[in-house]
């Protein structure tokens, strides 16, 4: 049963239950005829309310307030206190698979690959919700890659494909293609890294995209096409508005000129 599905029978069961103390109440006091037939229906739509907000309230994440400190600062003392601090808020709602995942795919992104697998070791995958399974493996995969370790990466895929393969949601789905973009350009095939590349582009937006049209431009690099690899990176330079993806953007405008460079010595 989904959580959703969970907090609405909560919030139902707590409408009715207070409404029937309402009414119980407003004849007891001979307050009913006062408030008249609608009385019932106007105290259940008001309990629905405020029991959907405050249920859907307590199913929210916390607000990850440690990561203005990382994004200013890196992963200080202070930020690992604040990531503490959150995942145990996490816990307490029932959230703690979420906040590992969501924590190893933070710490992988600032190159500190020990604590992310670290964090994925505390998800427990029996109880992970079906939903949640595809994303675990992304992050899996991804950390693998990004350590440059391909046994590790295909022993994650192996597990994990038909999680990662099967998935409909266009916004995971474009950065499950692009993680394996970077499996395959890692394995050496570049020709599926360059479609995996561009079938993420399809659905992507924001980061997603800008990483994406990274990979092609490496792909392009690596195969010889400059113009190519240039073209993906100026592209790249009109939606990297984050300070991840333009440090991305300056290695990637890097190799594009270091290229031209060597093509330029090698022509005489």
């Not at 004849?27 to 009385?39: D, E, K, N």
């Not at 995942?101 to 992310?116: D, N, P």
């Not at 195969?223 to 953007?249: H, N, P």
């Amino acid at each position: 049963m989904s959580r959703l599905l969970i907090v609405l029978i909560k919030v139902f069961a707590a409408s009715a239950i207070v409404t029937q103390i309402a009414v119980a109440a407003a004849y007891r006091f001979s307050l009913l005829p006062i408030a008249g037939g609608a009385f019932a229906m106007l105290v259940f739509v008001a309990m629905f309310a405020l029991f959907s907000a405050v249920f859907l309230s307590a199913e929210r994440m916390p607000r990850a307030s440690f990561m203005s400190e990382i994004r200013k600062n890196g992963f200080t003392p202070k930020a690992a206190a604040g990531v503490q601090r959150w995942v145990d808020k996490c816990a307490k709602r029932g959230m703690k698979n979420n906040a590992c995942i969501l924590l190893a795919q933070m710490l992988f992104s600032c190159g500190r690959y020990t604590e992310g697998f670290s964090s994925l070791e505390k998800v427990d995958y029996h109880t992970l919700e079906k939903r949640l399974r595809p994303v675990y493996y992304n992050v899996c995969l991804y950390g693998a890659v990004l350590c440059s370790d391909i046994d590790t990466a295909e022993r994650i895929y192996r597990s994990g494909k038909m999680q990662l393969i099967s998935v409909t949601n266009d916004k995971l789905s474009a950065s499950i293609k692009h993680t394996l973009g970077c499996f395959e350009y890692l394995r050496g095939d570049l020709f599926a890294a360059e479609r995996l590349f561009m079938q993420s582009l399809e659905t992507a937006s924001g980061p997603t995209a800008c990483d994406a049209l990274f990979g092609l431009s490496a792909c392009c690099l690596d195969t010889g096409r400059l113009a190519q690899a240039k073209q993906f990176a100026e592209e790249a330079s009109l939606i990297a508005d984050d300070a991840e993806s333009q440090m991305k953007l300056e290695r990637t405008m890097r190799l594009v000129e270091q290229a031209y460079r060597d093509e330029i010595e090698a022509k005489g």
